[in-house]
């Protein structure tokens, strides 16, 4: 198992991002989450991320809390684990489908929800009255699980709370099927610390995503 990682500019390339919305690959998926406009797609059935998702009950570094489906199918499911050695560390496993209408090439997918991932952030730091967040760096992924290529994101980012209080939040984006699968953790006292990619590696291991169901191929289809 070996890991590369290389540096982008992450303010660069999402403001070329944002100004080069192309209805052709990137999907403005949220003018569809009102179900009840859908109706041919309304009696298919969407992923079960009770029966259809395989993940682990324990790693060598975390161990499964519990599992929250929303109700709605564009938002997924998210897993909940527990770190083994600090038990405030937790990390949530976000899984859902993907926004766009194609996923490969993944970079502008994964860079994609890099930004919302972001602005939900920041938003959150602003509803808590922290004081603010700084991107420290965003990071491309090329992994080696199983012997199986595995490419995703790595954002990092420091949290002021307040006072000289701060911690470090990392995000991490992958794609599997047609599913997103994003990694958030908050770490406090991490300065000397690395990057969790041991931690995600375990995870990403022994994960299994639905493959994309028939609700979700129909209504890709009812936007091209």
């Not at 660069?12 to 919305?21: P, T």
């Not at 499964?64 to 929303?70: K, N, P, Y």
């Not at 919302?116 to 730091?125: A, R, T």
């Amino acid at each position: 198992m070996y890991y590369q990682c290389f540096q982008i500019n992450f303010s660069e390339y999402m403001s070329s991002l944002v100004l080069k919305i192309n209805a052709g690959t990137i999907w403005v998926l949220f003018c569809l989450t009102s179900l009840t406009s859908c109706a041919s797609t309304s009696e298919l059935t969407p992923s079960n991320y009770q029966t259809q998702l395989t993940y682990p009950e324990q790693t060598d570094t975390l161990f499964f809390v519990e599992q929250t489906d929303s109700d709605n199918p564009l938002y997924g499911t998210r897993l909940t684990y527990q770190s083994t050695f600090y038990e405030l560390d937790i990390f949530n496993v976000f899984i859902y489908p993907v926004r766009h209408l194609q996923w490969q090439p993944a970079l502008p997918v994964l860079m994609d929800e890099a930004r919302m991932n972001y602005q939900g952030l920041d938003e959150f730091i602003q509803q808590n009255n922290y004081k603010s967040r700084t991107l420290e760096d965003i990071d491309q992924l090329d992994w080696q699980i199983a012997g199986k290529s595995v490419q995703g994101l790595r954002g990092v980012s420091r949290v002021h709370l307040h006072d000289e209080l701060y911690m470090h939040n990392y995000a991490y984006f992958f794609i599997k099927e047609d599913k997103v699968v994003r990694i958030t953790t908050n770490m406090k006292f991490a300065e000397q610390l690395p990057p969790p990619d041991d931690y995600i590696l375990g995870l990403l291991a022994q994960l299994t995503v639905p493959k994309e169901s028939a609700y979700m191929s129909q209504l890709r289809q009812s936007v091209e």
